[in-house]
C-alpha cells in the first residue's frame, strides 16, 4: 500500500512538472528606472501570480552597472519561472556598499512590475549576500508589501559587525605581515586585487603569497592571524583562501564606504583586546589603533542593522565555514529575533561547506521551496543542516 505521504509527495513532483511544461515560454521586460538602475522582469506564459523579487550581493565599485550574475543566479531564476514564479532585479543605482540605493531600487520592482503585468497575489524576497541586509530591511521596515523573505550567506548580524570584522582582518594582517598592503585601513590606495596566478602582477598575488609563507614561518603568523580573527576555516588551503578573500573587501572597497560616511570612519578598535596569537600583549600593543566617528557608525546602523522584529516568514540559509560574511551572523540575528519574542517566525538552515555563498542549487532550491509552502499552506520548514548530499 502507497502511504498518503508518498501520494502526496508524487502529486507535488507531477504538478510541478506540469507547471515547469506550461511555464517554458516566457517574457522579459527590461528597463532603467528613474535614478539610473536597470531593472528586468522574467515572466512565465503560466504565471502562477507570485513575484520574487532578488537582491543581488555587493559589486566592484569600478565596474558599470550591470544586472546580476551573482553565481548561480540564472539556474535559480530559470528554476523558478520554470514553476510559475515572476522574478524581477535591478542593477541598483550605485555598485560597492549599496544597501541603501538596493532597498530603495527592489522596492519600487513591485510597483513597476504591477503596470507591466499585472499586481501579484504574494511577493517573495530573495537576497544574497550584501542583498540580504536588503531584503531584510524591507521584510522588517514593509512586512505589509511582502508575505516571505530569504537572505542567503548574509550580513543579518548588522552592518557594524561586518564592517569591524573586515576592518580588524586588515589591521591584524598589517601587524603580522607589515608593508605588504600599501597604507593602511582607512587609507589604502584603490589597487588591482586578483590573487589567480594567471593574472598580471599585483597586490592579490603578493598578500596570497605572503599567506601561504607564513604558515612554515616561524610562529606561524598566517595561522595566528586566522587565529585572532576567528575565521572560519578548516585547513591551511581554506585559511589562506579565506584570508585573501576577506583582504581583498578592504583594498576594493574601503574606499567606497568611506566615501558613503563622507569620510567619517566607520570602524574603530581602540578598546579592542585581541586574542589567539602567540604574545596577546605584544600584538596589542603594535596593532594599529583607529578611532571610530558617531556619523560613520550612524550610517552603519541606517544601512542597515536588523532588529530581529521579524513579521512574515523567514528562512535564511548560511555555509558553516564563510570567511567573508561568518556564520556568526546567523546566531546574532537568532538572539534579535528571541530578544522580541519573534523566533517563531524565523527558521535558519546551514550548510556545512568552506566558502561564501557556496550553495549547491538543489540548497537553495530546497530553502526557496520551504519558503513557499510556509506562505502558502503555513507548512513551517525545517532549521539545521540541509547540507545536499
Not at 254 to 261: A, G, K
Not at 382 to 388: H, L, N, P, R
Request: with cysteine; hydrophobic share 40%.
Amino acid at each position: 500500500m502507497i502511504r498518503p505521504a508518498k501520494v502526496r509527495t508524487m502529486a507535488l513532483l507531477l504538478c510541478t512538472m506540469l507547471v515547469a511544461l506550461g511555464a517554458s515560454a516566457q517574457q522579459v521586460f527590461n528597463g532603467t528606472a528613474d535614478d539610473g538602475s536597470i531593472y528586468q522582469f522574467v515572466t512565465p506564459t503560466v504565471w502562477n501570480h507570485q513575484l520574487v523579487l532578488y537582491a543581488h550581493g555587493i559589486v566592484d565599485p569600478q565596474e558599470p552597472l550591470a544586472l546580476p550574475t551573482d553565481g548561480g543566479f540564472s539556474e535559480f531564476r530559470d528554476g523558478l519561472v520554470a514553476q510559475g514564479f515572476a522574478v524581477g532585479y535591478s542593477s541598483y543605482a550605485t555598485n560597492g556598499f549599496a544597501i541603501k540605493e538596493g532597498v530603495r531600487d527592489t522596492d519600487q520592482l513591485k510597483g513597476i512590475f504591477s503596470k507591466l503585468v499585472g499586481k501579484p497575489a504574494k511577493t517573495l524576497l530573495v537576497g544574497v549576500s550584501l542583498g540580504s541586509a536588503v531584503v531584510l530591511d524591507l521584510a522588517e521596515n514593509f512586512p505589509e508589501k511582502y508575505d516571505g523573505v530569504l537572505p542567503m550567506c548574509g550580513l543579518i548580524g548588522g552592518s557594524p559587525l561586518e564592517v569591524e570584522y573586515v576592518g580588524n582582518s586588515r589591521v591584524l594582517f598589517d601587524y603580522f605581515f607589515p608593508g605588504v598592503i600599501p597604507g593602511s585601513l582607512l587609507h589604502t590606495p584603490l589597487l588591482a586585487y586578483d590573487p589567480s596566478p594567471s593574472a598580471t602582477p599585483n597586490i592579490g598575488q603578493l598578500v596570497a603569497l605572503k599567506l601561504i609563507e607564513g604558515l612554515s614561518a616561524p610562529g606561524s603568523p598566517t595561522l595566528q592571524l586566522a587565529n585572532t580573527l576567528g575565521l572560519e576555516a578548516d585547513g591551511a588551503v581554506e585559511i589562506v583562501t579565506g584570508l585573501v578573500e576577506v583582504l581583498g573587501f578592504d583594498v576594493r572597497f574601503v574606499n567606497d564606504v568611506l566615501v558613503r560616511t563622507d569620510l567619517a570612519s566607520p570602524y574603530g578598535n581602540r578598546y579592542t583586546w585581541y586574542r589567539g596569537s602567540l604574545n596577546d600583549l605584544a600584538l596589542n600593543k603594535g596593532v594599529e589603533r583607529v578611532a571610530g566617528t558617531e556619523h560613520g557608525f550612524e550610517y552603519l546602523f541606517r544601512y542597515y542593522q536588523p532588529t530581529g522584529k521579524v513579521k512574515i516568514p523567514t528562512v535564511t540559509l548560511h555555509t558553516t565555514r564563510d570567511p567573508l560574511v561568518p556564520f556568526w551572523h546567523e546566531a546574532v540575528y537568532h538572539l534579535l529575533a528571541t530578544e522580541h519574542h519573534r523566533e517563531r517566525l524565523l527558521v535558519q538552515q546551514s550548510v556545512t561547506r568552506f566558502g561564501h555563498c557556496e550553495f549547491q542549487p538543489a540548497e537553495v532550491m530546497g530553502a526557496f521551496s520551504g519558503l513557499v509552502g510556509w506562505v502558502d499552506f503555513g507548512v513551517k520548514p525545517k532549521g539545521g543542516d540541509v547540507t545536499a548530499p
